[in-house]
């Protein structure tokens, strides 16, 4: 997918910049990984798929990256991404140059297992919008990871180039509502168990965290031992605070990537909880992060006649 416009358009900006950060096949299959093309001979290896999961974005903070001009492969959520790092001053618009890429939506290895047993890719026949497994053909949509079937911007908002044709907008809710209104139509006491359940899963192994391109901070709350937010122990207690504390540090500035959800070893759904916050943050200050570069973070700014009509 994209292959030909993408390896053309490497051909021509090479020279322009010092790398291109995009994909290139794993060892594994069913796996693309993030791949730093700074040589015409690496080219060839540049690709573009379904299983293209990995946000690109979080390579832009390495000390490396920062001091050199470069083009990076981004489909929606991860332009969102590069903008929230923008208008945090963690990255310089002249050192970037964005190639867009409309995505299908990125495919779950874990649901083609779950319907196909052991996968054989010689057995698969990729395309757009469809597959076929053994001659049989199956929807993509059916099988995508969970932050791609309620993703509500398969197209980057922002690019200096893009790959194809803009695709239609989904018909789904911005950010999927259709996913928290199971959760919303719970009671409060049995929302909070439902979370504290999934939470209490959880090893804290930080992998959520650590995935997060805009988790960027050089010391983490939870790291910090003066003064001590909490303690290393994975209780059900410590566990939601560190969940809930790091949800609230995303909001108005998580662009629903899913990093985070995929990173997991075991499974626990925690984009849902930032999922929420940034629902609250469109319904109360008319705000969705990562859409363009001129209105404000609803968080990052301050007004002494604020009315704060949502403090009772």
């Known amino acids: 997918m994209y292959e030909r416009a993408l390896t053309e358009l490497a051909s021509k900006i090479l020279g322009e910049v010092e790398g291109i950060i995009g994909y290139a096949p794993g060892s594994l299959p069913f796996h693309m990984r993030p791949f730093l093309c700074q040589r015409e001979e690496d080219i060839a290896c540049l690709s573009f798929n379904h299983f293209a999961r990995p946000n690109l974005a979080r390579y832009l903070l390495t000390l490396e990256m920062r001091k050199k001009r470069v083009a990076i492969v981004v489909k929606g959520c991860d332009a969102r991404t590069v903008i929230v790092l923008l208008k945090e001053g963690q990255v ?3 050192n970037l140059y964005l190639i867009g890429a409309p995505c299908h939506g990125m495919v779950s290895v874990s649901k083609l297992e779950e319907r196909f047993g052991v996968l054989s890719p010689p057995d698969f026949v990729w395309e757009a919008d469809t597959f076929t ?6 929807a993509i949509r059916d099988f995508l990871e969970d932050s791609c079937e309620r993703c509500a911007y398969p197209n980057p908002p922002w690019y200096d180039a893009l790959l194809g044709e ?8 911005p950010g999927g509502r259709d996913y928290l209104g199971r959760i919303k139509a719970l009671p409060l006491e049995k929302r909070w168990e439902f979370f504290a359940q999934e939470m209490e899963k959880c090893i804290r192994c930080y992998a959520c965290r650590n995935s997060c391109p805009l988790c960027y901070c050089t010391e983490c709350f939870v790291d910090q031992t003066r003064p001590s937010w909490l303690s290393q122990a994975a209780t059900r207690n410590e566990n939601l605070f560190f969940h809930l504390g790091r949800s609230l540090h995303m909001a108005g500035r998580c662009t629903e ?36 570069l001129d209105t404000p973070a609803p968080l990052l700014t301050y007004r002494e006649n604020d009315p704060n009509e949502f403090i009772r």
């Open 92 to 94: 310089k618009r002249e």
């Open 133 to 138: 497994w053994r001659g049989e053909r199956f």
């Open 166 to 173: 803009e695709l239609p907008k989904p018909p789904v809710l």
């Open 257 to 292: 990537c899913g990093a985070c959800e995929r990173a997991c070893p075991l499974g626990i759904p925690i984009g849902l909880l930032p999922l929420y916050v940034e629902e609250l943050i469109r319904e109360h200050f008319a705000f969705e992060a990562g859409m363009n």
